[in-house]
């Protein structure tokens, strides 16, 4: 089968390799849709490595179709349509027993300890199984919608975390995927004034469409003022950074109000720091937090969102390239040209 093997920064290799051995408990996946995660293009760039390893297959948002079931699996069937929620928590460490099993201390994921979906085939190890992780797709949707469950998983997180409710004014910052998911489940949770802010045209003409209340170009415009009066110096109850720039989080506190949340979504460069005026934490008694994956019960609610087109992910998905193209894959998510991309082996 066609594999593309990650040997180490920006070496992704196309290699003929063979298809992996079925274990008793395992099933044999193959790789219908896998897309791109603004992770996958840190780690190629060598900007991750945590967990990481070389050589191995990324690739971490997949749908595919059930090739090979072991003799002891029950409760599917060869020819079966899924969706993999990747992170397997261990269940038994301090996090996962206090409700926070997307941040296990030995977690284990596709893309990472196993092999990913940037591949004709993967093993899907029977834990995934036993421990929930494998979901049926319903008719209807169609595997390049279902793999985007899970980076929509993540964003519930970070919306659950930034406790988004009715009514409330939110601004995101950076309309990449997801910065454009964070708004459409913004507006699913009935936030009134969603303010994008984005200095690529064609990502601020997709936050219209997909019917942001007010989009800013800050390249051209001061994002705080403009904030300012637009929330008649109220400003908002929760600011998204879906953009890992370090000199953003000063300003992005500057758009709170007293009490609001900031959440730092998007990952940083390793070894990152940042300057900010920690008296506007202190006299504003502002929140700070950040999210990172997603738990089981998220990714399964999101694969819901998008099975009852509670939210339509479709105008997201701009490219999709076969295998053989994955480093024109990983180039058009790198310059932005790309919102999600979506490989098919
Ligand atoms: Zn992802
Ligand atoms: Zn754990």
Redesign the pocket.
């Known amino acids: 089968m066609l594999a593309a093997v990650f040997r180490g920064p920006n070496r992704m290799e196309l290699e003929e390799v063979a298809v992996p051995q079925i274990g008793k408990e395992d099933l044999i996946i193959r790789v219908k849709a896998c897309?791109i995660?603004?992770?996958?293009l840190r780690i190629y760039t060598g900007q991750k490595t945590k967990g990481v390893r070389t050589p191995s297959v990324l690739g971490?948002?997949i749908a595919g179709q059930v090739e090979d079931i072991g003799e002891n699996v029950q409760g599917f069937k060869k020819g079966d349509r899924v969706a993999i929620a990747?992170v397997l928590p261990c269940g038994n460490c301090r996090y996962c027993k206090n409700n926070q099993e997307n941040a296990c201390l030995n977690r284990k994921g596709l893309g990472y300890q196993y092999n990913g979906g940037f591949a004709e085939y993967l093993k899907l190890p029977g834990e995934y199984l036993s421990k929930g992780n494998l979901f049926i797709i319903p008719e209807g949707i169609s595997y390049q919608e279902a793999c985007l469950a899970?980076?929509l998983g993540?964003v519930y997180n970070g919306n659950e975390r930034s406790r988004i409710t009715i009514n409330d004014t939110v601004v995101i910052i950076g309309a990449g995927p997801i910065g454009l998911m964070h708004l459409l489940l913004s507006k699913a949770k009935g936030s009134t004034a969603i303010i994008v802010s984005e200095t690529l045209p064609a990502r601020r003409q997709m936050a219209k469409k997909l019917r942001a209340n007010l989009v800013v170009n800050p390249a051209e415009e001061d994002l705080v003022k403009t904030v300012l009066e637009y929330t008649d110096g109220k400003r908002a109850d929760v600011v998204i950074l879906s953009i890992g720039i370090t000199s953003l989080i000063d300003p992005a506190l500057r758009l709170l109000k007293k009490g609001g949340i900031l959440n730092l979504f998007a990952g940083f460069p390793k070894e990152s720091e940042a300057v900010i005026s920690p008296n506007i934490i202190h006299y504003d008694e502002v929140w700070v937090t950040g999210a990172t994956?997603c738990t089981r019960s998220q990714y399964e609610k999101s694969l819901d969102l998008i099975s009852r087109r509670k939210i339509d992910l479709k105008p997201l998905i701009s490219h999709t390239y076969p295998l053989a193209k994955i480093e024109e894959a990983f180039a058009t998510v790198a310059n932005g040209a790309g919102i999600k991309v979506i490989i098919k082996p």
């Open positions: 897309a995660c603004g992770t996958d971490h948002e990747p899970e980076p993540c994956a």
